[in-house]
């Protein structure tokens, strides 16, 4: 692979340089600043008539470590508490929720049932104290707190690891063949009234959160769940299909209902604002039986049903829709902020996740990584620009790793994003945002994540969540040696 790992560029000059060869324009500051030199990440910002502390958010995460019944581990736990002690002040969602058992990606995702509200409790609760026990006391009146509601909608996996239970917006050309779905017994597809009673299990998941003390809930509309899929139902007949406001009917009708009965509850969406083609590896190594570089999948069929995208193009960018969901979420539906990102880590992960390294079931990445980062960070300013007083997460910053700091720092300074959200490299150096706020070197520990996917490959293949290369705590686990032989393309002993 010709791609330079980030941790060989030594110095801030030599990624200016690199970027520069690579066409990148964006501009990165030479030294990360502390809240004492008055770092642009330490500045608070309105959020509704919440002040949030920093410009750090955490990312919600898709734990494969939660009870069978929808509860919080003693690993799901251990997460939250490291959220706390990171320094960031929004913690978008912090994990995704599945609003009813068969909506789980995987059998151990946390589900909302009345049964297990004290779970999430102990969630909020273990988060908050571990914020003020390092923070202070009064840490928490700028803290702001949510959790993400999704239902996986095709990629469902409720009871099986290994085996889809779909539910579906519509009949994709490409995907339902990728998801094996005249395969799956059952009802895959979701009428209108289908609809209805999910929309009722959102609030009831809401009214949940609110009485726990999440101070905000986000409506999932990313990666090619359900949400996001009816994004792009231009084929549906019906209510839920066809035009912009039927294929944004689902999150209208989600956000009236929530603050209907939630009305003192925050509304955020965490949003794919555009994708691409679904992308397959061009073959694969006869001996290790390794992916090699992704390629995108053929398409003739006219029209593409992608969201963000130019149909007729399917590789390339179109944010109509998206500005026009946006203003739609703000001046009609009360939504108080968007956490934006793109594509799906099951058929696009390049655009959505860049990384050196594929996990399992990916491929090599087409571009240098850092293409995709950049990618998304103008696709981002420019939403900002045209959507200017809706606050803006931005995704795909842990791949630029020692710089995380020099692009994050200029990308709010500029007023390209509001927030700079991280998700992977919190798993592996959670201390990061509170270090660089502090002052000290974040790059001592040499615990940067250096996106090596296996926290995405171990739960492919049935694995916990976690760092295990750089978190001792996985690497001491028996998943460990599991996880080494998958990668070496054996079946562990």
């Not at 053929?298 to 149909?311: L, M, Q, T, V």
């Not at 399917?314 to 739609?328: F, G, H, N, S, Y």
């Not at 979420?329 to 655009?351: C, F, K, Q, W």
């Not at 696709?379 to 931005?394: C, E, F, M």
Request: net charge negative; charged share 25%.
């Amino acid at each position: 692979m010709a791609y330079r790992r980030i941790a060989s560029l030594k110095t801030t000059e030599q990624f200016r340089d690199y970027l520069q060869g690579l066409g990148l324009s964006i501009e990165i500051d030479d030294d990360p600043l502390s809240a004492a030199e008055n770092s642009p990440l330490a500045q608070p910002i309105k959020v509704g008539d919440f002040q949030v502390g920093n410009r750090w958010a955490v990312h919600p995460m898709e734990g494969w470590d939660a009870t069978r019944d929808g509860k919080a581990s003693e690993e799901t736990l251990r997460r939250w508490q490291h959220f706390g002690e990171s320094g960031c002040k929004l913690i978008w969602g912090g994990e995704a929720v599945a609003v009813c058992p068969a909506g789980r990606a995987n059998p151990n995702q946390l589900y909302y049932h009345p049964e297990n509200e004290k779970s999430l409790s102990d969630l909020l609760q273990t988060l908050n104290k571990a914020h003020t026990d390092i923070f202070g006391s009064e840490a928490l009146d700028d803290f702001l707190v949510g959790l993400q509601l999704t239902h996986s909608g095709r990629f469902s996996r409720p009871n099986e690891k290994v085996r889809l239970e779909s539910r579906v917006a519509y009949h994709h050309p490409i995907l339902d063949e990728r998801v094996k779905l005249s395969d799956q017994q059952g009802t895959t597809y979701l009428t209108d009234e289908d609809i209805q009673e999910l929309i009722q299990q959102y609030v009831d998941a809401a009214r949940a959160a609110e009485k726990i003390g999440y101070r905000f809930v986000d409506i999932k509309h990313c990666h090619g769940y359900l949400g996001h899929e009816f994004l792009s139902a231009f084929s549906r007949e019906g209510n839920y299909g066809g035009s912009f406001e039927n294929r944004a009917r689902f999150l209208k009708e989600i956000c009236q209902a929530v603050k209907a009965a939630c009305p003192n509850l925050m509304l955020g969406v965490r949003l794919s604002l555009f994708d691409f083609l679904p992308f397959q590896p061009e073959s694969y190594d006869e001996k290790t039986g390794r992916p090699g570089i992704g390629q995108p999948a053929p398409y003739e069929n006219g029209s593409y049903p992608g969201f963000g995208c130019d149909r007729s193009n399917p590789l390339t960018m179109d944010l109509t829709e998206p500005i026009r969901l946006l203003e739609m979420m703000r001046d009609e539906l009360g939504v108080v902020m968007v956490n934006l990102t793109a594509g799906s880590p099951y058929y696009n992960p390049h655009i959505q996740r860049p990384a050196y390294f594929p996990p399992s079931d990916g491929y090599q990445p087409p571009e240098d990584p850092l293409v995709g980062c950049v990618r998304q960070i103008e696709a981002v300013a420019r939403l900002k620009k045209a959507v200017p007083d809706l606050p803006i997460v931005g995704s795909a910053y842990s791949y630029f790793q020692e710089y995380l700091p020099h692009v994050a720092q200029a990308v709010v300074r500029r007023g390209d994003v509001d927030f700079v959200g991280i998700g992977r490299l919190v798993l592996s150096q959670w201390q990061m945002p509170t270090q660089i706020l502090n002052g000290e070197d974040y790059r001592a520990t040499k615990k940067i994540c250096r996106t090596f996917s296996d926290c995405t490959t171990g739960p492919r293949n049935g694995l916990i969540s976690g760092c295990y290369p750089l978190d001792d705590y996985y690497k001491s686990r028996p998943e460990f040696q599991e996880l080494k032989a998958i990668k070496a393309g054996k079946k562990p002993e």
